[in-house]
C-alpha cells in the first residue's frame, strides 16, 4: 500500500509518501515523480512516514538523478527512517543524493545558498 | 419372449383343437369348452406379454415408426381374412367350402390374427399415452391394465354371467378408456409431414378395425361358430378403446396441424440455442459462433437480411458476415439510419465507451422498412453488432425482440467461454516457457564449485518466482587466484532474470581481462549503462581471492556489505566499505565511488556474501530477519562446514519468517578458508 501526496508551497514540492514501496507501488511512485519534475519547480520528498522500500523504489530515485541534474532542480529526501536510510546507503545513493534528517532541515538546504 | 410366441401358438393351437373337436361332437351346440376357453384367455395372455416386452423394451421412440408397425401389423391381418375371403368366393359353393369344420378354422386363424394385432396396437397406444407420464397417469394406466386382465379372467370364468354384468363390465373399461385417450402429448412433437402421415396410419387402423369388427360379427350369426368371440369383454374393450384413441388422434392431430410450424419454429430455436451454447466444446471457431449467431437470429425472426459485425475480435481483426445484402447496401442501410429519427440512439450505439442498448427503427430511403441493431457483449464491453432487417414496416415484436436477445446472450456467453479458455492455454503455454527459462537460468548458475582445494564453499540460491536476478560465480584466473561475484539485480522476475543473464556475460569476459576489483567494477558500470533499463540497477560484490598470499581483495558495488568471521577472535563482522551500485550513475564518476579493501585471511576464517532476500526477509510482525540475527546464526556454527553452516542459517531463517516461501530470491554464498 503506498499513498503519495504531493503540496507546492512558497514554490517547492513537496512530495510525501506513505506506505511501502515495492515492485508494484513503485509505478505510483515513478508517475508521482515524474509529474513533479514536470513542474520543473525544486522537490522536497518527506519519507518520514515510509516504512520499506524494494531495490524497484530505489530504481525510481536513481532514474530521475540525471534529469534532475539537467534541469537544475533541487531534489532533497528528508525524513528516512533508520531501515529506509540504511538501504540508500547500503547501495550508495546517498552520496549522489541529498538526504536530510528533517523536513526543516531539508527547507534550510534549499534556501541555501548553492 | 421367443418362448412366450411360441407357447402363445402352442395355446392357439390346442384352443383351435379344442374347439373343433367339441364341434365334431356337438355339432348343434353353441360355445366351447372351458378348456379351450382356458387356452384361449393363455393365448391372449401370451400375446399380450410378448408384444408389451417387444415393444416397450425397444428404446425407439420414433412415433412414425411405431405407428408404421401398426399399419404394417393390420395390413398383414387384413390380408389373411381377405385370403380367407377369397377362398369362399371362389370354393363357397362346394363341398369344402360348406363344411363346417373348415369355416371354424378359418374363424380361429381370423381370431389369432385379430387379437394379435388388437393386442399389439395396445401396447404402441400405450406407450404414446405414457410418452411424458406423470406418476398419476401411470397409476391409472396400471389401473386400467389390470382391468383388462380382469377382463380377461372374466370372460375365462364368466361364460354363464347374465349380460348386464358384463356390459357393465365393458362400460367400466371403456369410461376408463375415454379418459385415458386424453394424453395425446406426443402429437406435439410431430411436423407437419409427419402429421399428415400420421393421420393416414391411424385412419388405416380404423378401418381395419372396422373391418374386423364387421368380419367377427359376420360369424357371429353363423350358429355352427363354437367360439363367441366377440362378445368377450377382454377383446370388446380393447377394441373399442383403440378405436376410440385413433379416432381422437386424429382430430387431435388435425386440430394440431395449423400450429405445427410455429411449434416447429420452438424446437429449431431451442436447438439454435443449444449449438450456441455447444458450439464452444465443439471445438468450433469464435467466427462460427458469430456465424450461428448470425444464421439462428435471422431464421428465428424471418429476418430478411442480415449482417453482424465484430470490432474487437479475439485476433483484434473486425469481423464482418452479411446475409442477403453486400457491404455497399449495408452501408446504405447504415446512412439511411442516420437520416432517419433514431439517429441519437445509434451513434451511442456504434460508441463503444457509452452504455450500448438494442434500438429498433424505421428506415426511409431503403429497400428495407424496419431494423432492429443488438449489441454483442463481451466482459461488459460491446465487442460488434448484430443488425436484423426486414422487408415490413414494424417487422419485428416483442417475442422476436426476446428471442434475439436471448441468443445474443449465449453467444456472448459462448464467445466469453471461448477467450477464457484460450487465454486458460496461452498461459498453460507461457507457464511452460517459464519452466524451460527457470531450467536454462538454473544452468547459468555455477556447479561444481564445491570442487576447489584451496578453500571450502558453499552456496544455496532460491528464486522467488520461476526466475530470478540473483547471480553468483566463481573464475579461475591461475594457479593462485580465483575471482568471485555475487550480484542481486534490481526487481525480480523475468527482466531482472534477463538482466542476470548479462551479468553472468560481463562477469565471464571482464574478469578474464582483469582481476583489479575497481577495473572489475568500473568495466562493468560501463557495459551496464548501455544495456540497463532506465530504472534498474545491479548491486554486487566482487572478489579476489590470492591463495598463495592468503590475500582477499574485494569492492562492493551496493551490494549487501559481506559478513566475516575471524577465526582467531571468534567473532564476525561486516566490511564497511563504501561503493555504489552498477547502473545507477552511467558515467565515468562512477570510479570515484569504488573503493578497493584487501585483508588477509587465515585457515578457519569464514566470509558468507548473500543477497538481501536473507537480510529483508520479514516475519508476521513485519521485522526483518535482519544483520544480527545472519550474525548470531553464523557465529554459532563457525566451526561447521559450509554446507552444514548453510543449512543452520536457512533454518534459522524459515524459523524467523514462519514460513519457507519468501518473497524475494534469496542466495547464500559461504566460503571457510
Redesign the interface.
Known amino acids: 500500500m503506498i499513498e503519495i501526496k504531493n503540496t507546492i508551497e512558497e514554490n517547492v514540492q513537496h512530495i510525501r509518501v506513505i506506505g511501502d514501496v515495492d515492485?508494484s507501488s513503485?509505478i505510483h511512485l515513478?508517475n508521482a515523480m515524474r509529474e513533479a519534475i514536470s513542474k520543473s519547480t525544486d522537490i522536497i520528498v518527506d519519507l518520514s512516514e515510509l516504512?520499506y522500500i524494494s531495490?524497484?523504489g530505489?530504481?525510481?530515485f536513481?532514474?530521475y538523478?540525471?534529469e534532475l541534474e539537467t534541469n537544475q532542480q533541487k531534489f532533497i529526501l528528508c525524513g528516512l527512517n533508520e531501515?529506509v536510510l540504511e538501504v540508500f546507503q547500503?547501495?550508495?545513493?546517498d552520496?549522489?543524493l541529498v538526504i536530510k534528517e528533517n523536513l526543516a532541515e531539508a527547507r534550510q538546504q534549499l534556501d541555501a545558498p548553492v | 419372449m421367443r418362448l412366450s410366441i411360441a407357447l402363445a401358438v402352442i395355446c392357439w393351437v390346442v384352443f383351435t383343437y379344442f374347439d373343433l373337436l367339441f364341434l365334431l361332437k356337438n355339432p348343434t351346440t353353441q360355445g366351447s369348452p372351458l378348456i379351450s376357453r382356458i387356452f384361449l384367455a393363455l393365448f391372449l395372455a401370451l400375446v399380450y406379454f410378448y408384444y408389451r416386452y417387444s415393444i416397450t423394451k425397444s428404446d425407439n421412440f420414433n412415433f412414425l415408426d411405431l405407428l408404421w408397425k401398426v399399419f404394417v401389423s393390420g395390413l398383414v391381418t387384413t390380408l389373411v381374412s381377405l385370403g380367407i375371403s377369397v377362398f369362399y368366393n371362389l370354393f363357397g359353393s362346394t363341398a369344402i367350402g360348406k363344411s363346417p369344420l373348415l369355416s371354424n378354422l378359418f374363424y380361429h386363424i381370423n381370431v389369432g390374427m385379430i387379437s394379435g394385432f388388437l393386442i399389439s396396437t395396445f401396447i404402441i397406444w400405450k406407450k404414446l399415452i405414457l410418452y411424458q407420464k406423470s406418476k398419476l397417469l401411470m397409476q391409472f394406466w396400471s389401473l386400467f391394465e389390470y382391468s383388462m386382465i380382469g377382463a380377461l379372467l372374466f370372460d375365462l370364468l364368466g361364460y354363464q354371467i347374465p349380460e348386464p354384468i358384463a356390459g357393465a363390465m365393458f362400460i367400466f373399461l371403456l369410461l376408463q378408456a375415454i379418459v385415458l385417450t386424453f394424453n395425446l402429448k406426443w402429437v406435439a412433437y410431430l411436423n407437419f409431414k409427419q402429421k399428415w402421415k400420421s393421420i393416414l396410419f391411424i385412419f388405416l387402423v380404423v378401418v381395419y378395425l372396422w373391418y374386423f369388427f364387421r368380419l367377427l360379427w359376420g360369424y357371429e350369426d353363423k350358429d355352427f361358430i363354437s367360439g363367441i368371440f366377440l362378445t368377450k369383454v377382454f377383446i370388446a374393450a380393447m377394441g373399442s378403446f383403440i378405436m376410440i384413441y385413433a379416432l381422437i388422434a386424429i382430430l387431435v392431430i388435425l386440430f394440431n396441424l395449423p400450429t405445427s410450424s410455429v411449434f416447429e419454429r420452438k424446437i429449431k430455436e431451442a436447438m439454435d440455442f443449444q449449438r450456441l451454447s455447444q458450439s464452444i466444446p465443439a471445438g468450433q471457431t469464435e467466427e462460427q459462433v458469430y456465424e450461428i449467431l448470425l444464421d439462428s437470429s435471422m431464421s428465428a425472426v424471418f429476418a430478411d437480411a442480415a449482417w453482424i459485425e465484430i470490432e474487437a475480435s479475439a485476433e483484434n481483426k473486425p469481423i464482418t458476415y452479411y446475409r442477403n445484402l453486400n457491404r455497399q447496401e449495408a452501408s446504405k442501410v447504415k446512412e439511411s439510419i442516420k437520416n432517419s429519427t433514431v439517429k441519437k440512439i445509434l451513434k451511442t450505439e456504434f460508441d463503444k465507451v457509452s452504455n450500448p442498448q438494442k434500438i429498433t427503427a424505421s428506415l426511409k430511403n431503403s429497400d428495407y422498412k424496419t431494423i432492429i441493431v443488438f449489441p454483442v457483449m463481451v466482459k461488459n464491453i460491446q465487442i460488434g453488432s448484430l443488425a436484423l432487417l426486414k422487408e415490413v414496416n414494424e417487422g419485428f415484436n416483442r417475442e422476436m425482440i426476446n428471442i434475439i436477445n436471448t441468443f445474443v446472450n449465449q453467444a456472448s456467453i459462448s464467445i466469453e467461454n471461448f477467450r477464457l479458455i484460450n487465454e486458460a492455454l496461452e498461459n498453460e503455454r507461457y507457464k511452460e516457457e517459464l519452466k524451460i527459462a527457470k531450467r536454462v537460468q538454473k544452468a547459468l548458475l555455477p556447479e561444481g564449485i564445491e570442487d576447489i582445494s584451496e578453500f571450502e564453499l558453499h552456496a544455496y540460491s532460491v528464486a522467488a518466482d520461476e526466475v530470478g536476478g540473483d547471480y553468483y560465480d566463481i573464475l579461475k584466473i591461475d594457479d593462485y587466484s580465483y575471482t568471485f561475484i555475487i550480484a542481486?539485480v534490481?526487481?525480480?522476475g523475468t527482466s531482472a532474470a534477463f538482466h542476470m543473464s548479462q551479468m553472468k556475460g560481463i562477469f565471464h569476459s571482464v574478469a578474464r581481462i582483469t582481476s583489479d576489483p575497481k577495473k572489475f567494477l568500473v568495466h562493468a558500470n560501463d557495459a551496464l549503462s548501455a544495456c540497463l533499463e532506465?530504472?534498474?540497477?545491479i548491486?554486487g560484490s566482487f572478489f579476489l581471492i590470492d591463495t598463495r598470499k592468503q590475500l582477499l581483495r574485494f569492492s562492493r558495488?551496493?551490494?549487501?556489505?559481506s559478513l566475516y568471521y575471524c577465526s582467531q577472535e571468534k567473532s564476525s563482522r561486516y566490511f564497511q566499505n563504501?561503493?555504489?551500485?552498477l547502473g545507477?550513475?552511467?558515467n565515468k564518476s562512477y570510479s570515484n565511488?569504488v573503493q578497493v579493501n584487501e585483508i588477509n585471511y587465515f585457515k578457519g576464517d569464514i566470509i558468507i556474501l548473500y543477497t538481501?532476500g536473507i537480510t529483508e526477509a520479514i516475519n508476521s510482525d513485519?521485522d526483518?530477519f535482519g544483520y544480527d540475527r545472519l550474525k548470531n546464526s553464523l557465529e554459532l556454527r563457525a566451526e561447521l562446514p559450509p554446507v552444514e553452516i548453510k543449512q543452520g542459517i536457512i533454518d534459522d531463517l524459515y524459523e524467523f519468517t514462519g514460513s519457507n516461501n519468501l518473497n524475494d530470491d534469496y542466495t547464500l554464498v559461504i566460503i571457510k578458508f
Do not use: E, W
Open positions: 515492485a513503485s515513478d516504512s531495490s524497484a530505489l530504481g525510481v536513481m532514474s538523478l540525471q531501515k547500503i547501495l550508495g545513493l552520496q549522489l | 542481486d534490481s526487481g525480480k532506465k530504472t534498474s540497477f548491486t558495488a551496493g551490494h549487501c556489505p563504501k561503493g555504489l551500485g545507477i550513475v552511467r565511488y538481501d513485519n526483518q
